[in-house]
């Protein structure tokens, strides 16, 4: 059965950091798109960054610029932030496929999701 289990998310204070983890079991292979994702309250989800399969292209989503870093490695994907602000506050998911979907919401499966708050 395809899972995938976010970790890593927290209180922390406007100009810190978070390094958030999602472990992937179930998929045939190492090879899939796979992303970050994030919705704060009342808003639309939104990508953060995005890896496609084989790696071959990674999409970061302007408000990460310069301040996210997305890595995977075999079975895990990472997302290192830094310089948190209040507005970064949300619930980030992570999300996989077979196919490469980039910076869009159709991916096939799902985490539960790790809350991220950065206080005013």
């Known amino acids: 059965q395809l899972q995938l289990v976010e970790s890593g998310g927290g209180l922390v204070q406007p100009g810190g950091s978070l390094k958030l983890s999602c472990v992937v079991s179930g998929f045939a292979s190492d090879d899939y798109a796979i992303g970050w994702f994030r919705q704060a309250p009342g808003k639309d989800r939104e990508a953060v960054s995005c890896?496609?399969?084989?790696?071959?292209s990674t999409y970061y989503a302007n408000h990460a610029k310069g301040r996210f870093t997305v890595l995977k490695d075999r079975r895990t994907l990472y997302l290192d932030m830094n310089s948190l602000q209040p507005e970064d506050t949300a619930t980030y998911y992570c999300a996989a496929d077979e196919m490469n979907l980039g910076p869009t919401d159709e991916y096939s499966y799902w985490g539960q999701g790790t809350q991220v708050t950065v206080p005013v």
């Open positions: 890896i496609g399969r084989g790696g071959v």
